[in-house]
């Protein structure tokens, strides 16, 4: 029996007949099958054209996008970093060798120059969201850091023209530490121990075994090197050119050929440290004064160049809980050098 074959029962002849199968029959089970066909191609081209079904070619371009897409995303963050690291070095012009050489820092309305104003990333426009961010966002970023990079130059070039015209000065300035001690002591008013009253601290106090080697922190010309009940051994070193005096002391011996008069360099070694004056143990005290007026000047405001303004503010604060500390504890062991604010022969 075809198992195909439809079949009708003929009553007469008590048996089953195989029903012939018209033209119409066949066309019929034809046209159904092209109608399903045609229903099943216009759902496929639809899943094609929305992308809910993607053809190799569009699947690869669309792993080659994603990873374009990463690479974008990672270079735009590199810049990030690199544009706040230039941010830190225009901090540090500013705070440091601006205030040192007495230079106007190039303004913030200079630095942001070119920032906002007409749209320069409409091109991206007519990309779909992601990707027309993603693009707009690096094509600012490396603006940014094309124009930060091209002002830091500029701002260098001024510096290295100023620095230049200002040789003398700059080498007279006392821009380095005269010792490599601990700063145990800082400037400002503090309690006395000896006197035991609030006094003014003139300097820096750098804890130092006694023979340490003091160093000029300047250019300049020796004024005097001889002793005082208060300062002991000291040296007073004048920088004309750039308007300061430096002392240094508490000294123990003055290195050779240090006496009135004397030309010294900067980092050159003018005396050993010791404990000579009113002094509770070997220490050495540095001081910077402005020349015309004999004022005092914070030293700290002098050791930054080496310095960020972050490691300076550290310094600072480190050197404020010794002191406390050191308030806290027997302030007249020896491991907590003070000295006489007094000034023998400085009028303040
Ligand atoms: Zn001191």
Redesign the pocket.
């Known amino acids: 029996m075809n198992p195909d074959a439809r079949y009708y029962y003929d009553e007469e002849n008590c048996q089953f007949v195989e029903v012939e199968r018209g033209w119409t029959d066949r066309l019929r089970s034809v046209g159904l099958v092209l109608g399903l066909a045609l229903v099943l191609t216009t759902i496929a081209a639809w899943a094609l054209d929305a992308h809910v079904i993607l053809t190799p070619h569009e699947r690869a371009l669309q792993s080659k996008n994603q990873a374009l897409r990463e690479q974008l995303d990672r270079v735009g963050n590199r810049m990030s970093t690199l544009s706040t690291r230039l941010n830190r070095l225009a901090e540090k012009d500013k705070e440091v060798y601006r205030t040192l050489l007495q230079i106007e820092p190039i303004a913030k309305d200079v630095r942001e120059v070119g920032v906002g104003g007409t749209d320069l990333y409409e091109k991206f426009d007519h990309l779909d969201g992601d990707t027309g961010t993603l693009l707009r966002k690096t094509a600012a970023k490396l603006d940014k850091l094309e124009r930060q990079v091209s002002l830091q130059g500029a701002s260098y070039r001024e510096l290295e023209n100023a620095m230049s015209e200002r040789r003398d000065q700059f080498d007279q300035l006392p821009a380095i530490r005269p010792s490599n001690g601990r700063i145990v002591?800082g400037y400002g008013m503090r309690h006395h121990p000896i006197l035991n009253v609030r006094k003014m601290?003139?300097?820096?106090?750098f804890l130092l075994r006694t023979g340490t080697p003091v160093m000029a922190t300047a250019e300049g010309v020796v004024r005097r090197a001889k002793f005082s009940p208060t300062y002991g051994k000291y040296v007073d070193l004048y920088h004309e050119e750039a308007g300061y005096m430096t002392r240094y002391?508490?000294l123990s011996a003055f290195a050779d050929g240090i006496r009135r008069g004397a030309r010294v360099e900067r980092g050159q070694k003018i005396a050993l440290s010791g404990n000579t004056g009113r002094?509770t143990g070997p220490?050495?005290?540095?001081?910077v004064r402005k020349l015309n007026n004999k004022r005092s000047l914070n030293p700290m405001n002098f050791f930054v160049p080496d310095m960020t303004p972050k490691e300076y503010h550290q310094l600072e604060q480190r050197t404020k809980r010794y002191r406390a500390r050191a308030r806290g504890r027997d302030v007249q062991g020896p491991d907590v050098?003070?000295?006489e604010?007094g000034d023998p022969s400085v009028s303040r």
Do not use: C, F, I, R
Request: a negative charge.
């Open positions: 002591s601290h003139a300097g820096v106090d002391a508490h002094s220490h050495l005290h540095y001081e050098p003070m000295d604010g």
